[in-house]
């Protein structure tokens, strides 16, 4: 089973994912390949498998992702081969992916496997005040680029099994785990 996380950027994605992970042993990520620089607590392999902008394209030359996307001017995408040894190994896959992975994956995965998806809503004015407060420490432009997806975004929920407004950490993950141990019986 595939679950996909999706909102703007700042909406919690990440850190439900890693709550996730942490309190549910058949849950699992697998990293989207990216051309964009590191960041401060970006982990190889872990949190993005980071690649040049040459290596990305050769991947979509190859016919290696199930699906990519540019956003905010960098690429991102998932690998069929680590997708597919991931679900070999019979676990739950989270993943967080913006609105347009997640429109591709449902279209290319849907007849072969449950796909869950889930937009996490976040009023814009508390979306502002969390990109400005991020480890990562986005510039105001990066910040407006952000702020100006936040309504295309938000006009995709309607592909969304489930929306969820993100304003408390542990309501959210407990709703979410909850999501999921009912859509894993149902399959």
Same mark, same amino acid.
């Given at each position: 089973m595939l679950v996909i996380l999706s909102g703007v950027a700042g909406a919690g994605k990440d850190t439900i994912k890693k709550e996730l992970i942490k309190r549910m042993s058949n849950v699992v990520t697998i990293p989207s390949y990216t051309d964009r620089p590191k960041r401060p607590g970006d982990v190889e392999g872990g949190t993005y498998n980071f690649v040049t902008t040459e290596q990305f394209e050769e991947m979509i030359? #190859?016919?290696?992702?199930?699906?990519? #996307?540019?956003h905010h001017n960098h690429y991102y995408g998932t690998s069929k081969k680590i997708f597919n040894d991931t679900v070999k190994e019979g676990k739950i896959i989270v993943k967080d992916i913006d609105v347009n992975g997640t429109e591709n994956l449902i279209n290319i995965l849907k007849d072969d496997m449950k796909v869950v998806t889930i937009f996490l809503r976040v009023p814009k004015d508390e979306l502002e005040n969390r990109l400005k407060n991020r480890i990562d420490k986005p510039s105001i432009k990066e910040i407006q680029l952000r702020l100006n997806r936040f309504d295309y975004e938000e006009s995709k929920i309607g592909i969304y099994d489930y929306v969820l407004k993100n304003d408390d950490l542990e309501k959210t993950t407990q709703i979410i785990m909850t999501i999921i141990n009912n859509e894993y019986k149902m399959q």
């Amino acid at each position: 089973m595939l679950v996909i996380l999706s909102g703007v950027a700042g909406a919690g994605k990440d850190t439900i994912k890693k709550e996730l992970i942490k309190r549910m042993s058949n849950v699992v990520t697998i990293p989207s390949y990216t051309d964009r620089p590191k960041r401060p607590g970006d982990v190889e392999g872990g949190t993005y498998n980071f690649v040049t902008t040459e290596q990305f394209e050769e991947m979509i030359k #190859n016919n290696e992702l199930y699906e990519y #996307n540019v956003h905010h001017n960098h690429y991102y995408g998932t690998s069929k081969k680590i997708f597919n040894d991931t679900v070999k190994e019979g676990k739950i896959i989270v993943k967080d992916i913006d609105v347009n992975g997640t429109e591709n994956l449902i279209n290319i995965l849907k007849d072969d496997m449950k796909v869950v998806t889930i937009f996490l809503r976040v009023p814009k004015d508390e979306l502002e005040n969390r990109l400005k407060n991020r480890i990562d420490k986005p510039s105001i432009k990066e910040i407006q680029l952000r702020l100006n997806r936040f309504d295309y975004e938000e006009s995709k929920i309607g592909i969304y099994d489930y929306v969820l407004k993100n304003d408390d950490l542990e309501k959210t993950t407990q709703i979410i785990m909850t999501i999921i141990n009912n859509e894993y019986k149902m399959q």
